[in-house]
């Protein structure tokens, strides 16, 4: 704050003004899972409420994706959308890596009205999440891709300048990550065709509570 009121000029001044909303948002990934580290010290296993998670989820997800003009829809269709005994962390982790891809393809597009769609339902034995955005898009080629650990469509390869500084930047981890704990728990995740008006989609299916071990 005393750097923002101090007599700095263009593009630095509004550096600074990003910067703490960085800081802002920083402060509330560290809320966020300072909270879910809380509710699975005794690291048990449970049943995983998918409504639950998602309710956890889009308070947090809200909270960062409002400040960028960005709206959010989480919807769980039916009742006994429940998954098999997994950390509650680890669905937490999915969605927070997911949200963050999101979040990063939106920002690249500057698209005007960008919108996230969160959808999870029961189909045969599987419990089944999709992530939608209006972002940039992953080119089809891709689809397998983005999956691989350090591939990435929204790093730049160009010198930090006033002109890409700020751009939005990824490592390719996160859909790695998100790609290993589903594995881990005997499910699958892949890009799919995006539902209308959406640019991107990925599907995770867990195995239903009501499913066989």
């Known amino acids: 704050a005393d ?9 630095t001044k509004s550096r600074l003004v990003r910067l703490k909303a960085n800081l802002t948002t920083l402060s509330k990934y560290t809320d966020y899972f300072s909270s879910v580290i809380m509710s699975n010290e005794d690291l048990s296993l449970q049943t995983i409420s998918v ?10 997800a809200t909270a960062i994706v409002a400040p960028k003009h960005i709206a959010l829809e989480v919807k769980v269709d039916g009742y006994g959308v429940n998954g ?11 969605l927070t890596n997911l949200l963050s891809n999101s979040v990063k393809a939106l920002a690249i597009a500057v698209t005007q009205n960008p919108r996230i769609y969160v959808h999870a339902f029961k189909e045969g034995d599987s419990v089944v999440l999709q992530f939608s955005d209006n972002g940039t898009g992953i080119p089809h080629e891709n689809w397998t891709r983005v999956f691989d650990a350090f591939f990435t469509t929204t790093r730049t390869d160009l010198p930090r300048s006033p002109g890409n500084a700020d751009s939005a930047s990824g490592m390719g981890l996160g859909l790695k990550i998100v790609r290993d704990i589903v594995e881990s728990n005997r499910g699958t995740v ?6 209308a008006g959406f640019n991107t989609c990925l599907e995770v299916r867990l195995p239903g509570a009501w499913s066989q071990k």
């Open 3 to 11: 750097f923002i009121n101090g007599n700095f000029q263009e593009p």
């Open 51 to 60: 409504d639950k998670v998602l309710r956890t989820f889009s308070q947090f």
């Open 84 to 94: 098999q005994e997994m950390h509650e962390a680890e669905w937490l982790s999915i």
């Open 190 to 195: 892949q890009v799919i065709q995006p539902p």
